[in-house]
């Protein structure tokens, strides 16, 4: 049978702007893949306990807070930790400066959409990236 | 990664992994579960139903966190709707549970009904037996907001539970064949709302003209504030005792698992009829005749079906 593809949609940190994730939740469902939606506010630790439990392809983290550079490879770290880090591809997105990119794709976010990046692109990196 | 071993030590990685490969069906995941079937069979398992937006995903975050006080360990099956044009699905249902998520005795799925119109996913069956050997002691399967004959939650569970909410219909929805009569308890969600009393009434009037053993009982209750909820565990307990005490615990699973093999061998002469791949250009083409009004569609299935069996008896006529 056909793999359907999972995709965590999760908002790290205390930024309440949901509008982002949730067209790019939107659109990954029109893609055909299951999104797991988690709203708002959690704690990297919530976001890792829950991609290993719905056994996601994919973690998307939708950021607008600024607080990217800690939040963002936290999570990487704690994959690594519970040795999830090689099934899982991690995503960046929301409002990211440029000058940032660099050093969080080098603590392992595979890749950064900041506005205006249209949804095709995100949904392609998805389906041509996936670890397993 | 060892399913076999990683399911006996109760890893969540191994779990979660399992769940995958039983929704599409993966032979070796399969063989695992069936190996490991005899370790199944002490989780109590509650389904917890009702129509969309009723607080079920409230309720079921609820029930979890009381029982964990006793020391109880939770799993939960959230499923949701899948897209019937994509495949896609939002699986939405852990948005009130996040609290849960961190916490190492309860474990969380979502997952999509998949082409499934019984309120729950083929795979669900599959699930429950993969977190019954996991060791969990009280699996939730939350089923996708349901309508009136959504009732396959009934097939799957030991206690049903049907959450309701003030100002759906008046008595004679209630009176109604369908999802009013599988529920072994009934709630009254959102019960600081208008006309929750009227709700109860109602309800408990349908009941009375039931005969059967159990009558369920109805409880109000405002999940958001935690109202209630201990009753509705006691309720949940006394049925779990009634079950075990009257020997309708057994009976039930038997009727269960009987559904369950049906649908099995249902999942399985699909498969071999309509889905195999030298089959499945005859079934596009009986299609098109039935369409224009060559064939009728009876005539149809009947050549499907015997062209099936033919080809069964010739494949086993050439192995003897």
Redesign the interface.
Same mark, same amino acid.
């Given at each position: 049978?056909?793999?359907?593809i999972?995709v965590l949609v999760a908002k790290p940190g205390l930024d309440g702007h949901d509008r982002g994730a949730k067209v790019i939740?939107?659109a990954?469902?029109?893609?055909?893949?299951?999104?797991?939606?988690?709203?708002l506010r959690?704690?990297p630790?919530?976001i890792v306990?829950?991609a290993?439990?719905?056994?996601v392809d994919a973690v998307a983290l939708s950021i607008l807070s600024g607080a990217h550079n800690h939040l963002l490879p936290r999570v990487v770290d704690l994959l690594k930790e519970?040795?999830?880090f090689d099934d899982i591809l991690v995503l960046g997105g929301g409002v990211i400066p440029d000058e940032d990119i660099p050093g969080l794709k080098e603590k392992g976010i595979a890749e950064i959409f900041t506005p205006g990046t249209a949804t095709q692109v995100t949904i392609d990196f998805i389906r041509n990236n996936l670890k397993k | 990664m060892d399913l076999y071993n990683g399911l006996l030590n109760k890893e969540?990685?191994a779990?979660?992994?399992m769940? $995958?490969l039983v929704? =599409?069906?993966?032979s070796e995941a399969l063989e695992v579960l069936s190996r490991l079937y005899k370790f199944s069979g002490n989780a109590h398992i509650v389904g917890i139903t009702g129509p969309p937006g009723a607080g079920k995903s409230t309720l079921t975050d609820k029930l979890a966190k009381n029982l964990r006080k006793e020391g109880k360990k939770i799993a939960i099956i959230a499923v949701d709707p899948?897209?019937p044009f994509?495949?896609?699905?939002?699986?939405?249902d852990?948005?009130r549970m996040?609290?849960l998520?961190?916490d190492p005795g309860v474990?969380?799925? $979502?997952m999509?009904a =998949?082409g499934h119109l019984g309120g729950i996913s083929k795979a669900t069956h599959a699930a429950v037996k993969i977190l019954d050997i996991a060791g969990y002691d009280y699996i939730f399967i939350e089923t996708v907001g349901v309508g009136q004959s959504e009732i396959d939650i009934v097939k799957t569970t030991d206690t049903v539970i049907m959450v309701m909410v003030p100002g759906l219909g008046d008595d004679i929805q209630a009176l109604k064949a369908g999802i009013m009569e599988i529920a072994d308890i009934f709630v009254v969600n959102k019960s600081d709302r208008d006309g929750a009393d009227r709700t109860k009434v109602e309800i408990e009037m349908m009941l009375d003209f039931s005969c059967s053993q159990w009558r369920p009982p109805v409880t109000k209750v405002i999940a958001t504030i935690d109202k209630g909820i201990d009753e509705l565990l006691a309720n949940v307990s006394e049925h779990k005792d009634y079950l075990v005490s009257s020997g309708a615990f057994l009976s039930k699973r038997i009727l269960n698992s009987e559904a369950e093999i049906i649908g099995l061998i249902k999942d399985k002469i699909i498969d071999r009829i309509v889905n195999a791949s030298s089959n499945k250009n005859d079934v596009k083409m009986y299609a098109e005749r039935v369409a224009k009004r060559e064939i009728d569609p009876y005539t149809a299935c009947a050549k499907l079906l015997s062209k099936s069996v033919k080809e069964v008896n010739d494949g086993e006529g050439k192995k003897n």
């Open positions: 049978m056909e793999k359907t999972r939740a939107r990954l469902r029109d893609a055909g893949m299951e999104v797991i939606y988690t709203g959690l704690t630790e919530q306990q829950a290993i439990q719905e056994d519970e040795n999830a | 969540k990685r779990i979660a992994r769940i $995958s929704e =599409r069906n993966d899948t897209s994509t495949g896609g699905a939002i699986l939405g852990r948005i996040n609290k998520s961190t474990f969380i799925r $979502s999509g =998949r």
